[in-house]
């Protein structure tokens, strides 16, 4: 460890650290976390060549001004977001190498809902459980303040050339796989079909606990559904709540609900959800056998998928402040080569 470290100012609201989460501790009363878009971790592995994700500072809606206190590349994944490099501006969806006295300033987003900066040696928060991921329904981690430094571990190419990723699609809505569960058949074939037909938004509601999900049409799916139990739910189940409206649980939610649910949201549609804004509409398909559903992608498959797509950045000339630096011609020339037979 160099003692490096990336330096928080004028944060916007709820930035915290992320990272993959706490799976596997449902029984002890604590739900996943982590990163709301796991994906923008993929990518950001991606694109700093990284064995897999890293803890990360999450942005939703609005970033924050950060310098560093070492050379280090910073990937910028998730949501793209307005983003100046000494008031340059700078290209998301791509990493990106940082100096000591540089001012990376990120504004708001400009498509989706939440972005990601993560260091090229992640960042090196004390874990806990095996996360650095803040669960602030749990009462773990904080919201970043303003001036927090946060150590970052090493980075081993830290002048390594900018590269940009063409990030998988979801900032724009569209359908959502919903794989049929134990509740399922509490909603009847109407129900479903009316449920099925509808176009929803992201509801202004929505946090890290859960998504609530508005539309036009008359929300009375939850009609015949009846009362229920507490059942154990998980990330990405879709509870129909007391008045009709559907909330899609999200990494911090709650281990035990008693709100029936239509089923849950395929694992690979769930950046989709969280990346629509309040602008992109929503739908659902049924799966009808969740037995026959497409399995998530494998870590490794997904991280070597991901990494096909990282290629060079291209700088464009307009926004190079440097430009006269490069020799942009070379060779010699007498200046009659064309007229020579």
């Known amino acids: 460890m160099t003692g490096a470290a990336l330096i928080v100012s004028a944060p916007g609201p709820a930035l915290t650290v992320q990272d993959l989460g706490r799976p596997g501790r449902a029984g002890q009363g604590l739900s996943r976390g982590g990163a709301l878009d796991p994906l923008a971790l993929w990518e950001a592995a991606a694109l700093l060549g990284l064995k897999g994700p890293v803890a990360s500072v999450e942005m939703p809606g609005m970033g924050a001004t950060f310098a560093v206190t070492a050379p280090m590349r910073l990937a910028l994944t998730g949501a793209p977001m307005q983003a100046t490099l000494d008031g340059q501006p700078l290209a998301w969806h791509a990493a990106h190498p940082v100096r000591p006295g540089q001012v990376l300033r990120i504004g708001g987003t400009t498509g989706g809902t939440v972005g990601y900066l993560t260091p090229a040696g992640g960042l090196a928060t004390p874990p806990l459980m095996g996360s650095r991921a803040a669960h602030l329904a749990a009462g773990v981690g904080t919201l970043l303040a303003d001036g927090t430094s946060l150590p970052t571990g090493d980075d081993p190419m830290p002048h390594r050339p900018a ?18 569960g134990p509740q399922t058949h509490l909603f009847n074939r109407a129900r479903m079909e009316s449920f099925l037909a509808a176009r929803f938004t992201r509801g202004p509601r929505s946090n890290r606990q859960a998504i609530q999900l508005l539309c036009e049409a008359a929300q009375d799916w939850h009609l015949d559904a009846g009362g229920m139990a507490s059942e154990p739910i998980q990330v990405g189940d879709v509870q129909i709540t007391g008045d009709g409206t559907p909330f899609v649980l999200g990494p911090e939610c709650q281990t035990i609900g008693g709100y029936p649910r239509l089923g849950s949201i395929h694992p690979e549609d769930l950046p989709r959800l969280i990346q629509a804004d309040a602008r992109s509409p929503l739908h659902f398909t049924l799966l009808d056998d969740a037995g026959a559903a497409p399995l998530p992608v494998a870590p490794a498959a997904r991280l070597k998928r991901l990494a096909a797509n990282v290629t060079p950045l291209l700088r464009d000339p307009a926004h190079m402040h440097d430009l006269l630096a490069y020799q942009l011609i070379s060779g010699v020339t007498a200046g009659d080569e064309l007229d020579r037979p």
């Open 163 to 180: 590269c940009a990723l063409r990030p998988e699609p979801r900032f724009g809505g569209g359908s959502l796989r919903l794989l049929p």
